[in-house]
């Protein structure tokens, strides 16, 4: 089945403690992208990647480093995680130029930072 | 700055058309306005995509006017089950400008 999929689902962290969450997908897409998703604002675009070693900056993308070494892989890590970074996560995919191919978005990662 | 603007919430009853239109300031020249569903704990699904006059596929139909400075998602006889988060979307070859998101209710 063709699919993205993100780990953990849940999670609950404190101030400061690293933190990756992963995201996968199975369809040899190109494209990648992080989004957070908070109330009143809609998806926001934290990083994206057009291949592998290929990765640029999305409108918010403060606190956050990501890395693309494989095709399917596309981690998020928050080095030193601060509670305004508590947010639903979403980790999409698509086939190439994203302004004409659908993106699939994973279930979504909600991340709480106390 | 390119920026995405949508009604917050809309309301409708089941068998009826619901329009949902979105404004797009900035929009370049290489950009396609996407529209997404979703609904609660799930991520957004594809609905129908267009650069510029109509789009009509088995769901919806996406109206575009010559400027491209806003664009209509059209649903026919609406049901229950499209009660959900609307989305806009503009972009191109990179970055990715959403909107805040139209929460559609629809009522028996």
């Known amino acids: 089945e063709a699919q993205v999929t993100q780990n953990p689902r849940y999670l609950i962290t404190v101030t400061g403690k690293k933190l990756t969450v992963t995201c996968s997908q199975n369809?040899?897409?190109?494209?990648m992208s992080w989004y957070r998703q908070d109330p009143g604002l809609g998806l926001r675009q934290i990083y994206y990647?057009?291949?592998?070693?290929?990765?640029d900056k999305g409108d918010v993308p403060e606190g956050y480093k990501v890395s693309r070494k494989e095709k399917r892989n596309f981690p998020l890590i928050l080095e030193s995680p601060s509670p305004n970074q508590t947010s639903l996560y979403f980790c999409?995919?698509?086939?190439?130029?994203?302004?004409?191919?659908?993106?699939?978005f994973g279930p979504g990662t909600r991340l709480t930072v106390t | 700055l390119a920026k995405t603007t949508q009604p917050i919430s809309m309301d409708s009853y089941e068998g009826q058309e619901v329009n949902i239109t979105c404004s797009h300031n900035?929009?370049?020249?290489?950009?396609?306005i996407t529209w997404y569903q979703q609904f609660p704990s799930q991520g957004p699904r594809f609905i129908i995509q267009?650069?510029?006059t109509k789009v009509t596929n088995e769901v919806a139909s996406l109206f575009i006017p010559a400027d491209r400075k806003s664009s209509t998602l059209s649903l026919p006889r609406v049901s229950l089950s499209d009660t959900a988060v609307y989305y806009c979307?503009?972009?191109?070859?990179?970055?990715?400008?959403f909107g805040a998101g139209t929460r559609l209710a629809v009522h028996p």
């Open positions: 267009g650069y510029k």
């Open positions: 990647s057009m291949n592998v070693e290929v990765t």
């Open positions: 900035n929009i370049a020249t290489n950009d396609y």
């Open positions: 999409a995919s698509s086939l190439s130029d994203i302004g004409t191919y659908e993106q699939y």
């Open positions: 979307l503009q972009g191109g070859y990179n970055k990715l400008i």
């Open positions: 369809m040899n897409h190109e494209y």
